[in-house]
Structures are given as structure tokens and as C-alpha cells.
């Protein structure tokens, strides 16, 4: 197939061709990043902005690293800092940006749709890389890879998706693109946690854990975003951790070969004990790792969806 | 639209047989030989240089595959996502000697770019370029070291290399791509 899009900005939009194709591409990168040089030069003399409006390190430092090893360069615009303190517009910063001769702006804003809106007012490819609860498609790519990876297949899986889905874009982009490659999704969380009508969209809901480990074959633990809960709808972190924290207690009831993931950053003795964090079902620095590789492939594809079009003359 | 046929099934294999030779001739003891297979037809060709190593020297070559999508010089112009095969060099390459194979040798530029990503492996001895076709046409300073046959070719037309394993039978034909226009 052919990539056609100049953007990645959410999964839901995505074929389940397109969901394969990045997924493919991403293995190719992830042996390169096994080579003793870990460059190749496919972005050379590329610029990969990265505008961050949200705090982040994990996700920052992997386009950061992933763009480094496509020999792309790269910028990092901490929004905190910059002038957007003294007001200028998401719109205006990203032509700005554009005016520098960036090629691909890589964005995290706490707005949904933040970088949908960007992309269709410049010409760069845009990459979000998170926009308030709606999606985070990156993330979402590498939970996938690396399931893939251990269990060898998507399909036929069931996965379930525990802690704060309310709050999540890690959680939607990954109930898109799960269930589009043929996964079954549970999500399990205090109901409140829970946003209403989210069956619609083919998902099991639960509040009770045992229940959501009783049958997966994968779990992703979300964190606990305290710092999001203005409405007090928030269980105190003990009490959650009574109820959803995993547990090796807990995990003995679940498939043996259970894989357990997290995009971190991790609250111990919040979502998981340590002993799960650091167990050998355990496959959160692998998500890490793979990370890079899966945005290596998106910065790769969406830089040749933007030539395609201007050569399209052949 | 006619494919005119430049190498039978037994010519293919014949060409086979003196290239995997004149490997040999030029250092018998086979040391530090590895070779190396450009993706795809390369690939298929190596396999076989490999076999009739075997068979001559009851020797089993390390065969190494190369992807050389990342290093292409035409990403930004080629208008469609290429596809991305896998790279597998599963040995040191330093200090080898290297025979670089691929099916046709045309403009150079695949060969630059296998050149360039082999270097990020390690420091190869020497390396030595192998293609079953030569039609001519180069753009960089680039000269195969064994050659199967040099086929004169025109800008239009394109050589196509098949092989058992991937196409069924193996074969080379010359199409003329102005013909198949019309």
C-alpha cells in the first residue's frame, strides 16, 4: 500500500492496512536501532520540531531520539518558556515554526483536537503526540508493537485496560486501534472513571478487577492523573490502590503468562505494586524501547506522504 | 507489449555457475568471504552463489540481506511510501571481504546507498560488487567487479530479473516500457 496522509493525528481514522503498514515499518526501524550505528540518514537535512504545551519527558526524549536517528534535526519548544506565555496563538506559533522551515511539527497541548486544528493550517506534517483526553496515537502504536511482539498476534486477544479511561488519551487511541486489529477490550476502573456511552465503540466495562484479570491476556494500567481531578471525583490513592492497584496477589488469579503494561510515568503503590512494575510479566521498559522505533516509522512515513504529494507528477 | 528474453532458465543458471567461479578465482582460500544480498532479486541471487559455493568447496558462506530503503537519495522524490524490507547482517563485518550482490546494475545509486549503509556496519576489507545484468546507463562512478552479461540498454525500456524462488522460473527479459503505453 501507499501512505497517503501528511499527519498522524489520532487512530481512529486510520485503516487497519494503515495500522499495519506503521506496525511493519516500525520492526524495520527496530533493528536498525539494534545496529551498532543506530543512524540512518532517511530525514537527513530535515527539521522535526517538537512544541510541547504539556509537561512531558518520556514521550519528548523519544521523538527526540527517534528524529536524532533518522539524522533529522531537531528543536525542542517547551511552551512554558516560550512566547506563548506572553500570548500568541497555537495557530500563530505553529506558522511561525513553519516560517523556520520545520518539516514535521511533533505537538502536545492539553486541548483535544490542538493538533488537528494545527495541521490544517499549515503545510509542515503534524504529529500529535497527545491533545488532551482525546488521543495519543503514538503511545497507543507502541503498546501495540510491543503486544504484538510478545504474543506474537493482535487478533483474538483480550486486553484490558484498567484505571482512569475518563482521563485518558492513552486509553482511547489505544481502544481504537486494539479493537480495530481485531482485539477485545475490557475497560475496568471505578465507574466514575468511566466515560458514559464508551460501549459504543465495542468495549467491555467493569468495575471489577478480578473480573478484568480473570480472562486477559494483556493488561495496560493506566496512571493515575490526580493532578486532572478538579471535580473531586477521585478515590484517595490508597483506596484506589485497595481496589484496582495490581498486585502479585491479584495477578495469580490471571493468565500465567499475562503480559502487563504501563506508559509510565509509574505510581508505585498507586496502579501496581513493585513487585508487578519490576516482575517478569512485566513489559514497560520494552514499551520504552520500542517507542522510539514506532516514531521513527510515523516520522518516516508522514515525511514521504508530504513529498508524494508534491511530486506527483510521475 | 513483447519481453524480449535476454537469459533463459539455463543461461541464468550457467551465468550462475561462472560468476560463483570467478568469486572463487580470485582468492580460493575463501577467507573471510561473506556476501551480501541487495533486497530482493539480490537476495535470491546470493542464495544461489552461496549453493554453488557449497557445492564446490563444501563451504557454508555467511550471506548477509540488505534493505537500503533509509539510504536512498530519492525519498524526497519518489512520490509513494517505499516498502521497507528487513536488513539481517548477523556477523562482523570487519575486516571482510565482501561480495555486494544485485540482480541489474543500472544507475549506481542503489549500490551507493548498499555501500554507504555497509559502512555503518564496520570496516570492511574490500568490497567487491556481483550483478547478474549490467545495462549501462551509470550516474555515479560505480563499477561491477563480476558481471553475469552487459545487456545495451535505452532509457526506455526496463530489465527485468526473475528467479525461481520468488517468480517461479528463471528468466531475464528486456520490456519496452514505450510500447506498453500505447
Known amino acids: 500500500m501507499r501512505w497517503k496522509r501528511k499527519d498522524l493525528l489520532d487512530l481512529e481514522s486510520l485503516s487497519l492496512q494503515e495500522l499495519e503498514y506503521i506496525l511493519t515499518t516500525a520492526a524495520s526501524f527496530k533493528e536498525v536501532t539494534g545496529r551498532q550505528i543506530k543512524k540512518v540518514p532517511a530525514l537527513r537535512g530535515k527539521t522535526v520540531v517538537n512544541l510541547f504545551y504539556e509537561p ?112 485518558s488519551r492513552v486509553a482511547r487511541s489505544n481502544i481504537w486501534g486494539l479493537t480495530k486489529m481485531g482485539a477485545k477490550v475490557t475497560l475496568c476502573a471505578p465507574l466514575m472513571l468511566i466515560p458514559p456511552g464508551i460501549e459504543e465503540t465495542g468495549v467491555k466495562v467493569t468495575d471489577d478487577l478480578d473480573q478484568a484479570l480473570s480472562e486477559a491476556d494483556a493488561i495496560n494500567v493506566l496512571r493515575m492523573q490526580f493532578e486532572r481531578d478538579e471535580a473531586g471525583a477521585f478515590p484517595k490513592a490508597w483506596e484506589y490502590f485497595k481496589t484496582f492497584g495490581i498486585t502479585e496477589e491479584r495477578l495469580q488469579k490471571a493468565k500465567k503468562d499475562i503480559v502487563v503494561m504501563h506508559p509510565g510515568p509509574i505510581n508505585r503503590g498507586i496502579e501496581m505494586s513493585s513487585e508487578v512494575a519490576d516482575g517478569v510479566n512485566s513489559v514497560i521498559l520494552e514499551q520504552v524501547t520500542n517507542g522510539i522505533a514506532v516514531r521513527m516509522a510515523v516520522l518516516f512515513l508522514v515525511a514521504q506522504a508530504k513529498n508524494g504529494k508534491k511530486a506527483n507528477s510521475n | ?109 542503489t549500490i551507493r546507498a548498499a555501500l554507504d549503509e555497509i559502512m555503518d556496519f564496520g570496516r570492511p576489507k574490500t568490497i567487491e560488487l556481483l550483478v547478474l545484468i549490467d545495462r549501462g546507463h551509470r550516474q555515479l562512478p560505480i563499477r561491477p567487479d563480476f558481471v553475469g552479461k552487459n545487456i545495451p540498454t535505452s532509457l526506455e525500456e526496463s530489465v527485468e530479473v526473475k528467479f525461481q524462488e520468488s517468480d517461479g522460473s528463471d528468466e531475464v527479459t528486456i520490456i519496452n516500457r514505450q510500447e506498453d503505453k500505447r
Open chain 1, 56 to 167: 512531558s519527558t518520556r514521550t519528548r526524549v523519544s521523538f527526540e531520539v527517534a528524529a536524532k536517528r533518522l539524522s533529522a534535526d531537531v528543536i525542542n519548544i517547551a511552551a512554558e518558556v516560550s512566547s506563548v506565555k506572553k500570548g500568541e496563538t497555537l495557530i500563530d506559533t505553529g506558522k511561525n515554526i513553519e516560517a523556520l522551515k520545520a518539516d514535521i511539527i511533533v505537538v502536545r497541548h492539553s486541548a483535544s483536537g490542538a493538533a488537528a486544528m494545527l495541521a490544517r493550517h499549515l503545510k509542515a506534517n503534524v504529529i500529535n503526540a497527545g491533545d488532551g483526553w482525546h488521543e495519543h496515537p503514538t503511545q497507543a502504536l507502541l503498546d501495540i508493537f510491543t503486544l504484538r511482539e510478545k504474543l506474537g498476534r493482535i487478533e483474538g486477544l483480550k486486553v484490558s485496560i484498567i484505571g482512569d479511561i475518563a482521563h
Open chain 2, 1 to 109: 507489449m513483447e519481453a524480449k528474453i535476454i537469459l533463459s532458465s539455463q543461461e541464468v543458471r550457467k551465468a550462475i555457475q561462472r560468476l560463483t567461479h570467478q568469486i572463487l578465482e580470485r582468492d580460493q582460500s575463501l577467507k573471510d568471504l561473506v556476501l551480501i544480498g541487495i533486497q530482493t532479486r539480490g537476495v535470491c541471487l546470493a542464495r544461489r552463489i552461496q549453493a554453488a559455493i557449497k557445492e564446490l568447496k563444501n563451504q557454508d558462506m555467511p550471506l548477509g540481506v540488505l534493505d537500503i530503503t533509509f539510504y536512498r537519495d530519492d525519498l524526497t522524490a519518489i512520490g509513494s511510501s517505499p516498502v521497507v524490507k528487513e536488513t539481517n547482517i548477523e556477523f562482523d563485518l570487519n575486516d571482510k571481504r565482501i561480495v555486494l550482490i544485485d540482480d541489474v546494475l543500472f544507475t549506481g545509486r
